[in-house]
DNA sequence: ATCTACATTATAATAATTCTAAACTATTGA
DNA sequence: TCAATAGTTTAGAATTATTATAATGTAGAT
């Protein structure tokens, strides 16, 4: 979804009805400068915290979810124990720096094309993604 | 682990004591031919049922944890919603079938080198590894 | 054989997520 | 306008995966 596009018809051309709460977690999520990567709790402490709102739980997950199927958000996975989720929805890669538990997206120049030589029987390709996982390199320290 | 290798020694070179759970364990998982993808869930399955052992789960949980401490499993994140295992510990790509939800090792020659032209500063790369996903191509289908 | 540190186990606890069912509300059209 | 209705939110319960606890068991040392 565009930074502050008009929320109110965005949800409505997806068939979501604009209800206060989805229009105050598009604002959360879309108006931003960069890429938002996040996980449930995230957006729960931001909705909570920062803007001074008060959003259910069970609200939280259901609009992420429909999000996600309506493809406003992806899910990202980089860590088996809870789900990422990006509000770029495109394919693309990923740094993860392993200190702060912080995704970065990385462009098209960033990362030179994949080129895959073997191919399964029957199966098309869907994605290819790559994750690079990074940490402080700690030159410093013996 | 090497293939029937001998367990109880392999076991002691890591420190750790060879209990009879231990061993079934290890023979479960590195007496294969071929690398091994696993959930918790595979795991526990596979023990009662095919061999017939009663271990407790939260033996197989500890274990599973005790052996990739030690570098014999490896996690694979593919899905946020559980852990994937890997006997192959080496830094390798991967193919995932989304329809039947089992991975598929990459060698050497499945993909090429992969060229990172973007560094994060203070930071070093610790691993790059690629996700392929698939699905059956469906092409008579309509 | 005895000791002891470590391991296993059943069970309880926790955490993330999903379900349920009642209350609420955006939209429709009389 | 204003009900009717279908979709939405919500608190709380249920479920699932995982981890913690603490009692019991055992491998390895003496
Ligand atoms: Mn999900
Ligand atoms: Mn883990
Ligand atoms: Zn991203
Ligand atoms: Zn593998």
Redesign the interface.
């Known amino acids: 979804m565009p930074k502050n596009c008009n929320f109110i018809e965005k949800l409505r051309e997806a068939g979501l009805r604009p209800t206060k709460q989805r229009i105050k977690m598009c604002e959360v999520l879309y108006n931003r400068e960069k890429t938002f990567h996040f996980t449930i709790n995230d957006l729960v402490k931001i909705i909570s915290e920062k803007m001074n709102e008060k959003i259910s739980l069970a609200t939280v997950y259901n609009t992420v979810h429909a999000f996600e199927k309506k493809g406003y958000l992806k899910?990202?996975?980089?860590?088996?124990?809870?789900?990422?989720f990006d509000t770029n929805t495109s394919a693309h890669h990923h740094?993860f720096?392993?200190?702060t538990h912080e995704l970065?997206d990385?462009d098209e120049?960033?990362?030179?094309k994949?080129?895959?030589?073997?191919n399964?029987k029957?199966?098309?390709?869907?994605?290819?993604?790559?994750?690079?996982?990074?940490?402080?390199?700690n030159q410093t320290q013996k």
């Open positions: 899910e990202i996975s980089i860590d088996s124990h809870k789900s990422y740094f720096d392993e200190d970065i990385c120049s960033d990362i030179d994949i080129n895959i030589r073997k399964i029957g199966k098309k390709i869907n994605s290819v993604e790559v994750l690079v996982r990074v940490a402080s390199d």
